[in-house]
C-alpha cells in the first residue's frame, strides 16, 4: 500500500531520485554494540534517518558501500522511541527480529513518499539520504 503525503515544503531548487531500499543479510551474526561517532552527509536539510518505534532495539548504520555496511563504520544502538539527530545523515537499519514499518521518501518539489516496509530478522537493510525508516513493529 502506498501513499502520497505532504509532509513538508522544503526550499526550491533540491531535488532527489527515490532509489530503491538495498537488502541484504547481515554479515555478522551478532548484533553491533555502542553508539557511533556521526559527519556531514546530509544533502541541503534532507538527511536519512532511523527511527525505533517498536519495543525491541535497532540498529542504525552510518555509511554503505557497495557490498553493505562498509568495514569499520559506526553503528549506533537505538532504544525503544529513540531515532538519529534529523541533521546527521545515516544509511541503513539493522534489525535482529522480524520487522515492519514506514519507508518514507523525499519526492520534488517537497513531499514525502511513504510506502509499508518489511523486513527479515538478523538483515539490514540500506536507505538513502532522501529517506527516512521508521521500524514500527518487531517480533522476535
Known amino acids: ?46 538527511c536519512g534517518t532511523v527511527l ?34 534529523k541533521d546527521q545523515d545515516w544509511d541503513g537499519v539493522y534489525v535482529k527480529c522480524k520487522a515492519k514499518g514506514t519507508l518514507s521518501t523525499w519526492t520534488f518539489p517537497g513531499f514525502w513518499w511513504d510506502e509499508d516496509w518489511k523486513g527479515k530478522a538478523g538483515w539490514w537493510y540500506k536507505i538513502s539520504t532522501d529517506q527516512d525508516i521508521h521500524v514500527e513493529k518487531q517480533y522476535c
Open 1 to 46: 500500500m502506498r501513499k502520497f503525503i505532504t509532509k513538508v515544503a522544503l526550499a526550491a531548487g533540491i531535488a532527489v531520485a527515490a532509489l530503491p531500499l538495498g537488502v541484504a543479510s547481515a554479515s555478522a551474526t551478532t548484533s553491533p554494540e555502542g553508539d557511533a561517532e556521526v559527519r556531514h552527509g546530509c544533502l541541503g536539510k534532507i
Open 52 to 85: 525505533n518505534k517498536s519495543d525491541h532495539d535497532i540498529w542504525a548504520i552510518r555509511t554503505f558501500n557497495s557490498n553493505g555496511p562498509k568495514p569499520g563504520t559506526e553503528w549506533r544502538r537505538l532504544k525503544p522511541g529513540q531515532k538519529t539527530p
